[in-house]
């Protein structure tokens, strides 16, 4: 079983739309959470890291279930620069990099 | 800053060919890491180092060496290419304290034929 399992995608949604997406862990002693970005043949950037709490930068909300072991992000008001592919990380001990979500914004 | 710089972008080697892969970072930070990206994987972890000097395996490290005399460069060495080396290769450097936040560099695309 993988560590890090997100659904692939992609998401294609129109501008001003909002789109939301789910990460799933394996290791419920994870014990940080985030979302990096990676644009096409790019390196990834973090995004935000994701509280306990559930945590908002703008337009982005991440949020955190321990108890089902998943994190999400949700994307309001879509720009056609969020297209990209976005990238769950989990940390125990080291970082566990999930392969992505794709998401592309249409116009 | 110039950030986390890698050399070469893209490369070609055949079977059985040694090179390195350069990286060097100017943000003075302690850890280091590289990782490789496969279609459909999520980033997985080749070799890092806390420090100059300290160096440590990940959960892929056959087939690849490193090592770290400076805390500005990273190199990542390549012993005898094989056709499962074709990947993206990431640097990455974190401040310490931070390991989570780390910083990539451009990638180096390595094809082995």
């Known amino acids: 079983r993988k560590e890090v399992e997100q659904d692939p995608g992609p998401f294609n949604v129109p501008e001003g739309a909002t789109v939301a997406f789910n990460c799933t862990y394996s290791?419920?002693?994870?014990?940080?959470f985030f979302w990096y970005r990676q644009d096409c043949r790019k390196e990834p950037k973090l995004l935000m890291s994701?509280?306990?709490s559930g945590n908002e930068d703008g337009r982005f909300t991440a949020q955190l279930n321990r108890a089902s072991q998943y994190i999400s992000l949700l994307i309001r008001d879509s720009k056609l620069s969020d297209s990209a592919t976005y990238l769950c990380v989990v940390q125990f001990r080291k970082l566990s990099f999930g392969a992505g979500t794709t998401v592309t914004v249409r116009a | 800053n110039a950030g986390v710089t890698q050399t070469p972008k893209f490369q070609v080697l055949k079977t059985g060919q040694s090179m390195t892969l350069q990286c060097a970072q100017d943000?003075?930070?302690?850890?280091m890491s590289w990782y490789r990206q496969d279609p459909g994987m999520g980033l997985r972890l080749i070799h890092y180092s806390v420090g100059a000097g300290i160096t440590d395996q990940g959960e892929v490290p056959n087939g690849y060496n490193v090592s770290r005399s400076t805390t500005e460069d990273f190199p990542l060495r390549l012993l005898s290419a094989a056709p499962s080396q074709t990947s993206v290769y990431f640097c990455?450097?974190?401040?310490?304290?931070?390991?989570?936040?780390?910083?990539f560099g451009p990638g180096t695309r390595l094809t082995v034929t």
């Open positions: 290791n419920s002693a994870s014990q940080s």
């Open positions: 994701v509280y306990s």
């Open positions: 990455a450097s974190s401040p310490e304290g931070h390991f989570y936040e780390q910083y």
């Open positions: 943000m003075n930070h302690e850890y």
